[in-house]
Nanobody
Framework: QVQLVESGGGLVQPGGSLRLSCAAS????????MGWYRQAPGKQRELVAI???????NYADSVKGRFTISRDNAKNTVYLQMNSLKPEDTAVYYC????????????WGQGTQVTVSS
């Protein structure tokens, strides 16, 4: 079992910045990839950014150049630095951890609200 706890969400004006944190606890066996997803009202959940234990990253086109994902393996913590925020970034942001076994299993945090508005 893995528990994921997100923090750092809030209200910010367009052009502002936020940093989200995701602290993982429990067994990290075969947890090779972690990431951030988001879901806006009436929309499906979408991938924002992922990072492997070796530091390989991938980003959604909509956030490239503005968001940076990183991880501290010693602390089992993943971060999402969000700069130049836009109103369309408003969503609940969820931390994800994937246990890559057969079959694979995904763990999710409770979500943290990010609202970008003047």
């Amino acid at each position: 079992q893995v528990q994921l706890v997100e923090s750092g969400g809030g209200l910010v004006q367009p052009g502002g910045s936020l940093r989200l944190s995701c602290a993982a606890s429990g067994s990290m066996l075969s947890i090779y990839t972690m990431g951030w997803y988001r879901q806006a009202p009436g929309k499906q959940r979408e991938l924002v950014a992922i990072i492997t234990i070796g530091g390989r990253t991938n980003y959604a086109d909509s956030v490239k150049g503005r968001f940076t994902i990183s991880r501290d393996n010693a602390k089992n913590t993943v971060y999402l630095q969000m700069n130049s925020l836009k109103p369309e970034d408003t969503a609940v942001y969820y931390c994800n951890a994937r246990r890559e076994l057969a079959p694979a299993y995904n763990y999710w945090g409770q979500g943290t609200q990010v609202t970008v508005s003047s």
